[in-house]
């Protein structure tokens, strides 16, 4: 039998405001940049862009609160974030074999050597998932696995 469910659906639309200022570094030139976008409220225009359309929020039930207590979880492949990439860690101990299905991933293997950063991707990725996987060995020799800024899957195979 079927029920009813109330889906808050949204998409993500961009506006821009272009302006130019005048500074020293990078960093003095982006805090004046959004100061100044912000005080032009004309400046502002429509990209033409958009997102596709993702599932907020929802819950069972015709009229309910998809946002109150009987709200239910989004599964990542329907939220603005989608799916999470498969993070596959391949060898006894980093740095072994690194690889990236399903998404994007910033991986940073750290070793008493140095640290490398890198970016791997299998398109299409979601883009407000920007997950970065640090990968270190523990002092038992095991992989230590965080991930920071976004969602990823980490399978560790010991190969």
């Given at each position: 039998m079927s029920r009813r469910f109330t889906v808050q659906c949204g998409y993500a639309t961009h506006y821009a405001n272009t302006v130019t200022v005048e500074a020293d570094t990078l960093e003095e030139?982006?805090?004046?940049?959004?100061?100044?976008?912000?005080?032009?409220?004309?400046?502002?225009?429509?990209?033409?862009?958009?997102?596709?359309?993702f599932v907020d929020?929802?819950?069972?039930?015709?009229?309910?609160?998809?946002?109150?207590?009987?709200?239910?979880?989004?599964?990542?492949?329907?939220?603005?974030?989608?799916?999470?990439?498969?993070?596959?860690l391949t060898g006894p101990v980093p740095p072994g074999a690194v690889e990236v299905s399903g998404g994007r991933a910033l991986v940073r293997i750290v070793r008493a050597a140095g640290t490398v950063t890198t970016e791997l991707r299998d398109p299409p990725h979601p883009p407000a998932n920007k997950p970065l996987v640090t990968v270190s060995v523990d002092p038992g020799?095991?992989?230590?696995?965080?991930?920071?800024?976004?969602?990823?899957?980490?399978?560790?195979?010991?190969?």
């Open positions: 030139a982006l805090k004046k940049a959004v100061a100044t976008a912000n005080e032009d409220a004309e400046g502002w225009r429509p990209t033409d862009h958009c997102s596709d359309t929020a929802v819950c069972e039930g015709a009229g309910g609160d998809p946002w109150g207590d009987d709200a239910l979880p989004v599964p990542g492949r329907f939220s603005e974030r989608g799916e999470p990439p498969v993070v596959t020799g095991r992989p230590d696995v965080r991930v920071e800024g976004g969602a990823a899957r980490v399978r560790i195979l010991d190969g």
